[in-house]
Each structure stands twice: as structure tokens, then as C-alpha cells.
């Protein structure tokens, strides 16, 4: 059975349950909305830079709120420069880098560090991408260079990237902030490699332009010596260095630059050129002197002799320094008659006072040619003077050669006897034999050549010349009485005025019966007709046969021919006691 109507309609008040029904539904309402707002936000990316705000500063730690209900800690220090104290203070908006959301403790974990470098990253990028500098500042030392900190990012500068020159001390560069030039950059790998030096470069070619712009080459200015060494100086003229050479200090011969110059000291220079493309200047000192070259041929002119000082010594020769600016060579050849092929530093030493000769003078090239053997005389004339030829001279055989031996005669000068000139009886070869190196002899001079710095001697002329003195005037058909030394089976030996010669057997007789050796005995004494004068092998050709060839022909046309009917034996008898009568 249905239920009555009124029993099943809704009061029209409402009542409590429904009111409590109402306000449940109206909370869940606005959570949801509340949630789906939040959703709706947008909550912060881990790895990205978000702003917050410093709530906090407590136990060396900034306490900061990057939104979303999300607090995290960093240390101070993140906030400060090198060598510099956090600037940093509660309500302060702060950039950092949201590492993570939630760590242990429920705190998003947060780093300005990490924030300062990809902000830093972000700049230095489109500075490196337009060539532009950067600041930063050094801040620690690593192995082959420093550390650079450009606002966050950390970069490396190399040792030869500090300066322009080596620093030894780079202290007073530490925590400096100045402008870097940025040489390459790699990202992904964190790498930063700046310059320095390359900022100096530039504002130091900047500088050097605008002062070679105001020098002219020729001009004279004030320099401060910067730096020296052995070939010379640099000196600054006012922000641009300039090369002092060492030849161009002054006239005379500078060993070293130190010599006449110090560091820090002001000196007057003279431009002598200038490179306009790589801003390199040439410095002259001496081009402010007066050159002593332009009296030069008026106070040394040629063959007058001067004392001077030995300035230098090379292989070729010796300088020496007539007056201060003013140097001559004594040419090797130039410093010794007698000794040849001999350092000059075995002749003369350095800074010894010697007297030369000027030789030539050549005003264009700046050389003067000197002369140290010619203020001595010449060995070879003072010898010819003094030992004329014929004079006998005695010396030690100083070398033996295969032509001949040199001797040492006065003066420090050698004599050469030659192998012809050793003996008369031996070959020379075979007499060179009987000498050694010491042995003193005695020589006769034969020749004296001055011009060729020769002298001739003779061993076997000492005594004279015992070939010529015993054939005297003999002439080829001469008749000279010899004496029989030797028999022996082609002929027999003889001996005339110590000279010995040999007659053969067929020139014994001009009977062939009698042309017989060994009817001579030792001793006898013969006559006999010259037939040859050899004065190079020193031998007389001597027969009896010509002697009686020519007594036969002399006896017929004195006393008849024959066609007088006269036989050979009355011819032959008549002339007989004629040279008896």
C-alpha cells in the first residue's frame, strides 16, 4: 500500500544534516581549486637559475626562498668576490642555481656559485663571440699559470699569457681586477683560457704608434736604459723601446754594453730608423759625437808609422786601436817576416802597445790596413847585406825534405841546400842520407832572392870547387901526364891532381897488341891526350891512343908525307930526337 504523500515530500527548511552536507562539499570545492591552482604554477626546473629572496643569514649561511614553498641554504662565501666579504643582507633577491627540489632534510638544494657561472657563461660567450674584453681578476696560482675569476666563471691563464716580458713576481697582479682577453672557451668541458698580455699588446701598440708618430729618424731625445745585453741596450723613449746596438754607442770598439752604459741611467740618443709597419726603432749614441774617421787620412797617412794597442784578436789577424774610435787589422800576413802559418795570438796579445805601419786607407769602407813586420826590416835584405854570396855560413839543419835541406841561419831565417848542392862525388839522394834534424853544417851562400824570400846554399862549394881548380885550364887535346892507380880488366884507373878518371883498354895503345892493362903498373906515369872536359859528372876522358893518333899526324907534316919515300919509321925517328934535341 502506497505511503501517504506527505510522508514521502522534503521539509522546506532546511535542516541540520543538510547545512553540514553543504559546507563539506563547499571545502572540497575550494581545495580542489587550490590544487589545481598549484598544479596550474609553474614550479621551478631542477638545473635552472631561479630568483628568491633572502629570509635568513645564520651560521655563516644565507637562508633564501625560491617559491613553491621551497627553502634552501648557501654559504656566504658564494656571495663574495676573491679576496673580497659577502655583500649580502635579509630581503635581498638573489639569483641561484636550483640544483635539486628536496634534499634529506626536505630543503631545495641551491648554489649562487653555480648561478654567478651560468650567468657568467652566458656573458662571456657573447664576448668571446664578439672579441670582446672581459674583467676579471687573478686569484690563485696552478701549475704552468693562475686563475682568473671572470665574475663566476673560472678560467686559466697561461705564464706566457701574464705579460709582455717573464714575471718573476706576481703578487702585486693578485686580486686585481683588470681586463682579459678571452683566447678560447669550451663549454661543455668548463675550459676558459684568457690573456693578459694580449690586452698590453694592444694598448701598448696604441701607445708605441702614437709616439713613433712624434719621432723623426734623425732626431735627438731622452731615453731611460731599460734593459741590457751583449749586443747592445733598450732604451725607453716615453712608453716605445728603441735598440741601441752595440757598434752604434760610440766610435771606438765596446766589448760589452756595460762598459759605458747602466740600467736606469738617462742617456741622449739619436734616431736612426724607424720601422713604420713593425714600430721597431734603431738608436745611435755615437752619430751625436763627432767621427774621428773625417781626420783620419790627414793624422795617419801612409807609411808613417804609429804606436797603437792591441784591441782584438781573430785568426785572420789583429786590430789595433790607434785612437779612441779609430781601429786598424794587421793582417796574419802583415805581422811577421819569418813567421808563417802562425796564430796571431802566438805573435801579439791583446792590449799589448805595438808599433805599425799604415798601409792603406779606405775612407768609404772605414778600414785602415796596417803593417807590423814592415817597422822591422827585412830579414832577407839585413842577410844579403851581410853574407854576399861566396860567404860560408853555419847553421842547424832545421827539416829534411825530399829535395833538399833547410837550415837556420841568422835572423830566424832558413837556407835551402838543394840534393844537386850536397856533394860532388855522391848523388844526392844517396848524401842527403848522411844528415839528420840538429846536425850543424857549414855552407857556402849562393844566391840571395829578397823579393822571394830565398836563400840558396851549397855544402860542396864549401872549400871550393876541387874539379875546376884541378883541370885548371886543361882543354879537350891537351897532353897531362896522369898516374896509374888501379889495373883492372876493361882498363886501368888514374889519378891527375887528385881528380880520378879511367882510360879504357881500347884507348891504351893504338897498336892493338898493346892494348893490354897489365903491362901498366901502380905508379907508372903516362901520358896521355884529354879527349873530354865533363864538368857536370866531373870527369876528364882521357887516351893514349889519341896522344899517339896526334904525335903520328904532327910528326908527318913536320917531316914528310908519303910521297917523299920516307918511311913511317924515319918520320917517327927524325921527330923522336928532335924532342929530344
Same mark, same amino acid.
Given at each position: 500500500?502506497?505511503? !501517504?504523500?506527505?510522508?514521502?515530500?522534503?521539509?522546506?527548511?532546511?535542516?541540520?544534516?543538510?547545512?553540514?552536507?553543504?559546507?563539506?562539499?563547499?571545502?572540497?570545492?575550494?581545495?580542489?581549486?587550490?590544487?589545481?591552482?598549484?598544479?596550474? /604554477?609553474?614550479?621551478?626546473?631542477?638545473?635552472?637559475?631561479?630568483?628568491?629572496?633572502?629570509?635568513?643569514?645564520?651560521?655563516?649561511?644565507?637562508?633564501?626562498?625560491?617559491?613553491?614553498? /621551497?627553502?634552501?641554504?648557501?654559504?656566504?662565501?658564494?656571495?663574495?668576490?676573491?679576496?673580497?666579504?659577502?655583500?649580502?643582507?635579509?630581503?635581498?633577491?638573489?639569483?641561484?642555481?636550483?640544483?635539486?627540489?628536496? %634534499?634529506?632534510?626536505?630543503?631545495?638544494?641551491?648554489?649562487?656559485? /653555480?648561478?654567478?657561472?651560468?650567468?657568467?657563461?652566458?656573458?662571456?660567450?657573447?664576448?668571446?663571440?664578439?672579441?670582446?674584453?672581459?674583467?676579471?681578476?687573478?686569484?690563485?696560482?696552478?701549475?704552468?699559470?693562475?686563475?682568473?675569476?671572470?665574475?663566476?666563471?673560472?678560467?686559466?691563464?697561461?705564464?706566457?699569457?701574464?705579460?709582455?716580458?717573464?714575471?718573476?713576481?706576481?703578487?702585486?697582479?693578485?686580486?686585481?681586477?683588470?681586463?682579459?682577453?678571452?683566447?678560447?672557451?669550451?663549454?661543455?668541458?668548463?675550459?676558459?683560457?684568457?690573456?693578459?698580455?694580449?690586452?698590453?699588446?694592444?694598448?701598448?701598440?696604441?701607445?708605441?704608434?702614437?709616439?713613433?708618430?712624434?719621432?723623426?729618424?734623425?732626431?735627438?731625445?731622452?731615453?731611460?736604459?731599460?734593459?741590457?745585453?751583449?749586443?747592445?741596450?733598450?732604451?725607453?723613449?716615453?712608453?716605445?723601446?728603441?735598440?741601441?746596438?752595440?757598434?752604434?754607442?760610440?766610435?771606438?770598439?765596446?766589448?760589452?754594453?756595460?762598459?759605458?752604459?747602466?740600467?736606469?741611467?738617462?742617456?741622449?740618443?739619436?734616431?736612426?730608423?724607424?720601422?713604420?709597419?713593425?714600430?721597431?726603432?734603431?738608436?745611435?749614441?755615437?752619430?751625436?759625437?763627432?767621427?774621428?774617421?773625417?781626420?783620419?787620412?790627414?793624422?795617419?797617412?801612409?807609411?808613417?808609422?804609429?804606436?797603437?794597442?792591441?784591441?782584438?784578436?781573430?785568426?785572420?789577424?789583429?786590430?789595433?786601436?790607434?785612437? !779612441?774610435?779609430?781601429?786598424?787589422?794587421?793582417?796574419?800576413?802583415? /805581422?811577421?817576416?819569418?813567421?808563417?802559418?802562425?796564430?796571431?795570438?802566438?805573435?801579439?796579445?791583446?792590449?799589448?802597445?805595438?808599433?805599425?805601419?799604415?798601409?792603406?786607407?779606405?775612407?768609404?769602407?772605414?778600414?785602415?790596413?796596417?803593417?807590423?813586420?814592415?817597422?822591422?826590416?827585412?830579414?832577407?835584405?839585413?842577410?844579403?847585406?851581410?853574407?854576399?854570396?861566396?860567404?860560408?855560413?853555419?847553421?842547424?839543419?832545421?827539416?829534411?825534405?825530399?829535395?833538399?835541406?833547410? @837550415?837556420?841561419?841568422?835572423?830566424?831565417?832558413?837556407?835551402?841546400?838543394?840534393?844537386?848542392?850536397?856533394?860532388?862525388?855522391?848523388?844526392?839522394?844517396?848524401?842527403?842520407?848522411?844528415?839528420?834534424?840538429?846536425?850543424?853544417?857549414?855552407?857556402?851562400?849562393?844566391?840571395?832572392?829578397?823579393?822571394?824570400?830565398?836563400?840558396?846554399?851549397?855544402?860542396? %862549394?864549401?872549400?871550393?870547387?876541387?874539379?875546376?881548380?884541378?883541370?885548371?885550364?886543361?882543354?879537350?887535346?891537351?897532353?897531362?901526364?896522369?898516374?896509374?892507380?888501379?889495373?883492372?880488366?876493361?882498363?886501368?884507373?888514374?889519378?891527375?891532381?887528385?881528380?880520378?878518371?879511367?882510360?879504357?883498354?881500347?884507348?891504351?895503345?893504338?897498336?892493338?897488341?898493346?892494348?893490354? !892493362?897489365?903491362?901498366?903498373?901502380?905508379?907508372?906515369?903516362?901520358?896521355?891526350?884529354?879527349?873530354?872536359?865533363?864538368?857536370?859528372?866531373?870527369?876528364?876522358?882521357?887516351?893514349?891512343?889519341?896522344?899517339?893518333?896526334?904525335?903520328?899526324?904532327?910528326? @908527318?907534316?913536320?917531316?914528310?908525307?908519303?910521297?917523299?919515300?920516307?918511311?913511317?919509321?924515319?918520320?917517327?925517328?927524325?921527330?923522336?930526337?928532335?924532342?929530344?934535341?
Amino acid at each position: 500500500m502506497p505511503r !501517504p504523500a506527505e510522508t514521502t515530500a522534503r521539509p522546506d527548511k532546511p535542516t541540520k544534516e543538510t547545512n553540514s552536507h553543504m559546507a563539506q562539499h563547499t571545502s572540497m570545492e575550494e581545495f580542489e581549486a587550490l590544487l589545481n591552482e598549484s598544479f596550474e /604554477m609553474d614550479t621551478p626546473e631542477e638545473g635552472s637559475v631561479v630568483k628568491g629572496k633572502v629570509i635568513a643569514i645564520e651560521a655563516g649561511q644565507a637562508i633564501i626562498d625560491v617559491g613553491y614553498k /621551497m627553502e634552501g641554504r648557501v654559504d656566504l662565501k658564494e656571495f663574495a668576490n676573491p679576496g673580497e666579504n659577502a655583500d649580502i643582507n635579509v630581503g635581498d633577491e638573489v639569483e641561484v642555481f636550483l640544483r635539486s627540489a628536496e %634534499n634529506s632534510r626536505g630543503e631545495a638544494v641551491v648554489s649562487r656559485e /653555480m648561478a654567478r657561472r651560468e650567468e657568467a657563461w652566458d656573458r662571456l660567450e657573447k664576448a668571446y663571440a664578439d672579441d670582446a674584453r672581459v674583467e676579471g681578476a687573478i686569484f690563485g696560482r696552478v701549475k704552468g699559470g693562475f686563475t682568473v675569476d671572470l665574475g663566476g666563471a673560472v678560467a686559466f691563464l697561461p705564464g706566457s699569457q701574464v705579460d709582455v716580458r717573464p714575471v718573476r713576481d706576481a703578487g702585486p697582479l693578485m686580486g686585481l681586477k683588470q681586463p682579459f682577453q678571452i683566447l678560447k672557451m669550451d663549454r661543455r668541458r668548463g675550459n676558459i683560457v684568457v690573456s693578459r698580455r694580449a690586452i698590453l699588446e694592444e694598448s701598448r701598440a696604441e701607445q708605441r704608434a702614437e709616439v713613433i708618430a712624434n719621432l723623426e729618424e734623425g732626431q735627438a731625445v731622452d731615453g731611460v736604459v731599460k734593459n741590457i745585453t751583449e749586443y747592445g741596450a733598450f732604451v725607453d723613449l716615453g712608453g716605445v723601446d728603441g735598440l741601441l746596438h752595440v757598434t752604434d754607442m760610440a766610435w771606438r770598439r765596446v766589448n760589452h754594453p756595460s762598459e759605458i752604459l747602466s740600467i736606469g741611467e738617462t742617456v741622449k740618443v739619436q734616431v736612426i730608423k724607424i720601422n713604420k709597419e713593425t714600430h721597431r726603432i734603431s738608436l745611435g749614441m755615437k752619430q751625436l759625437q763627432e767621427d774621428p774617421w773625417d781626420l783620419v787620412a790627414a793624422k795617419f797617412p801612409l807609411s808613417s808609422v804609429h804606436q797603437g794597442r792591441v784591441t782584438n784578436i781573430t785568426d785572420y789577424g789583429a786590430f789595433v786601436e790607434l785612437e !779612441p774610435g779609430v781601429e786598424g787589422l794587421v793582417h796574419v800576413s802583415e /805581422m811577421s817576416w819569418t813567421k808563417k802559418n802562425v796564430h796571431p795570438g802566438k805573435i801579439v796579445s791583446t792590449s799589448q802597445e805595438v808599433e805599425v805601419m799604415v798601409l792603406e786607407i779606405d775612407g768609404a769602407k772605414r778600414r785602415v790596413s796596417l803593417g807590423l813586420k814592415q817597422t822591422m826590416r827585412n830579414p832577407w835584405e839585413v842577410f844579403a847585406e851581410t853574407h854576399p854570396e861566396g860567404t860560408v855560413v853555419e847553421g842547424e839543419v832545421k827539416n829534411i825534405t825530399e829535395f833538399g835541406l833547410f @837550415v837556420g841561419l841568422d835572423g830566424d831565417i832558413d837556407g835551402m841546400v838543394h840534393l844537386s848542392d850536397l856533394s860532388w862525388d855522391e848523388r844526392g839522394e844517396d848524401a842527403i842520407q848522411n844528415y839528420r834534424k840538429g846536425d850543424m853544417v857549414q855552407a857556402v851562400v849562393s844566391e840571395v832572392d829578397t823579393e822571394k824570400e830565398r836563400i840558396s846554399l851549397s855544402i860542396k %862549394n864549401v872549400g871550393g870547387d876541387k874539379f875546376a881548380e884541378a883541370v885548371g885550364g886543361t882543354k879537350r887535346g891537351s897532353i897531362i901526364t896522369v898516374a896509374v892507380t888501379a889495373i883492372e880488366d876493361g882498363g886501368v884507373e888514374v889519378e891527375y891532381e887528385g881528380m880520378k878518371s879511367f882510360i879504357r883498354r881500347s884507348d891504351l895503345s893504338r897498336d892493338r897488341s898493346e892494348q893490354r !892493362p897489365e903491362r901498366f903498373s901502380v905508379g907508372d906515369k903516362i901520358d896521355v891526350r884529354v879527349t873530354n872536359v865533363d864538368s857536370k859528372t866531373r870527369r876528364l876522358g882521357l887516351s893514349i891512343k889519341a896522344r899517339e893518333i896526334a904525335e903520328e899526324k904532327e910528326a @908527318v907534316e913536320q917531316y914528310g908525307s908519303s910521297d917523299s919515300g920516307a918511311s913511317l919509321g924515319d918520320i917517327l925517328g927524325a921527330a923522336l930526337k928532335s924532342n929530344d934535341d
